[in-house]
């Protein structure tokens, strides 16, 4: 079935889409209520995000937007140090979208959501002109235990920096279908839940925490680096790369410290707590490949340093001008 | 200044948009501080929904997409008894958008929420192919006081109907707008939680409410009549439609009951109480036009039943078929 203006008019078509694809997909007793809002058990501290995806294509080698959707914002509310616990869901529907795409893309969410531990309690639906896109808007709601406090500003000196994995995998993976090159890259989308309480659970001393998404890894650690007024060091030599994506990028002069992940996170530990949080990651689901990266120190406030493997140094700074445009 | 794709990309040009037009406008300790998750204070009972705006066009006689996205979350947690707190913001705009465009829309979101007691703590900017068109998503997070209990399905026979005002309004803006017919047809978009407030503090036992918005007040009783099952029975010559919206629907054939308003909403109260609860509505912002329109029965379960002025008796269908396409 093509997906036509009058499945966003509100009426009979609109409740017919919904009841057929989402909510069956998405089935859970709040949702089920139909209600303006889901009402729901609360917290002292929560923790609110969101984020749109309007990734291109909409399946793509390792995952697809819906996928993507529930990720991109499950893994924003762990970096602030919450359990992610409720996500809401819009939908923007180009008219000409097959409901069969839209049943794969619902079914995804679904099982994404569930690997999450979270529970889509309110959604929307609305179409528009176009060529069969769909745009994915999920905002997610979290709980944040009492004395956790994670922040881009507390790098301190002395702290140690990580990442969770290979670099690059997610942007890699869009160009790839974009330009209908065929290789192995498959994009590393993936909800970071277990990671993040494997370190939580062992006591690693969290400072920081972001994914690694739009901009980079680079663009990521400048954000610390300025929020912190401290010096982010890294040493090239230990950044994650695999070989697939190293020669991708050698292939196009790509860089992968400015190429997007969807299943990787960087974090500021205390730097006695290094290889406490380096062991919790590679244990953990999507870590088998994290490393120790860098610290954090003085020497040149609100910027990235990093050191090649022949020994110069070179200043990093955030992604400027036009990355890959619609890459989650 | 033009919207690009580089606008998008998640690097500097996206974090000069959001500084100059978005965190500008929405200035706030919570959204300032730019991490992932917005940690805020939480409640007991919390109340969560999520709304996309895609109104064309975006600006229209009396309000805009900016203050439309703010108006239809913040009154979907009004509906269910929450008080709104936090907002969440998700921009999708087309590439060729004007920034001038985009503050002025901000600037009428960050009013509204203002009006309305709202705090923008998260957004979102994403860039797309197009024409300079602009998406807004909003979520939204509020507060369920102890004991408050208001659904769709709580209608009881005896229950008294109530609308706060004239119907149709913000469709028929629309509606004039895109058909480039002048009239002195506004919208009627408005944050309503004067009204609520005023009916709860009045202690009014509130069943079920709604704001009515696409597919008009016929199809959100429609709800209220299957959640229930209930029969909701209407008197037509009470249904309050202005002058011009009537004349406007007579001319193009338009039925009131099947449009959009963006600032109105229906309340299905105690028998008892309708008539106190029509003084809080009169009395609130908004509210002046309310009226009483009908009762709750078991005659028809499940359906709207409407007296029409000569005696007849009409049965209401929810919308069928195609509305008014982006009248949201």
Redesign the interface.
């Known amino acids: 079935m093509k997906i036509?203006?009058?499945h966003?008019?509100?009426?009979?078509?609109?409740?017919q889409l919904i009841a057929d694809i989402f909510a069956r997909n998405f089935n859970n007793e709040v949702l089920s209520?139909?209600?303006?809002?889901?009402?729901?058990?609360?917290?002292?501290?929560?923790?609110?995000?969101?984020?749109?995806?309007?990734v291109n294509p909409i399946f793509f080698p390792g995952g697809d937007i819906g996928k993507l959707s529930v990720c991109g914002t499950v893994?924003?509310?762990l970096?602030?140090?919450?359990q992610p616990k409720?996500l809401?869901?819009?939908?923007?529907i180009e008219e000409g979208a097959q409901s069969g795409e839209l049943e794969r893309i619902a079914a995804s969410m679904a099982q994404t959501a569930s690997e999450a531990g979270v529970t889509i309690?309110?959604?929307?639906t609305?179409?528009?002109e176009g060529n069969g896109?769909v745009?994915i808007?999920t905002?997610?709601?979290?709980?944040?235990p009492e004395g956790v406090n994670i922040?881009?500003?507390l790098c301190q000196e002395g702290d140690a920096v990580l990442v969770s994995g290979y670099l690059g995998e997610h942007h890699a993976a869009i160009l790839s279908a974009r330009m209908g090159i065929e290789n192995q890259i498959l994009s590393d989308c993936a909800p970071l839940g277990e990671m993040v309480q494997s370190m939580q659970e062992a006591g690693v001393r969290i400072k920081a925490?972001?994914?690694v998404?739009?901009?980079g890894l680079a663009?990521v650690l400048h954000?610390f680096a300025v929020?912190s007024d401290c010096c982010v060091e890294l040493e090239e030599n230990r950044l994650p790369v695999s070989a697939p994506v190293k020669g991708f990028c050698g292939l196009l002069g790509l860089d992968p410290l400015?190429m997007?992940n969807e299943g990787k996170m960087t974090a500021v530990v205390a730097g006695e707590d290094a290889p406490l949080a380096l062991e919790c990651m590679k244990k953990s689901r999507y870590g088998e490949n994290a490393a120790i990266i860098g610290h954090i120190s003085q020497k040149e406030k609100g910027k990235i340093l990093l050191t090649t493997p022949i020994g110069g140094t070179r200043i990093l700074?955030?992604?400027?001008?036009?990355?890959?445009?619609?890459?989650c």
Chains 1, 2 share one sequence.
């Open positions: 036509t203006m009058a966003g008019s509100g009426g009979r078509a609109t409740s209520r139909m209600e303006d809002s889901a009402v729901v058990p609360g917290s002292g501290r929560i923790a609110v995000t969101t984020d749109s995806f309007v893994n924003d509310l970096m602030s140090g919450a409720y809401t869901c819009g939908f923007i309690v309110a959604g929307d609305k179409v528009i896109g745009y808007n905002a997610g709601v979290g709980f944040v922040s881009a500003s925490m972001r994914d998404t739009r901009g663009t954000e929020s400015y997007g700074s955030e992604l400027i001008g036009e990355g890959l445009p619609r890459i």
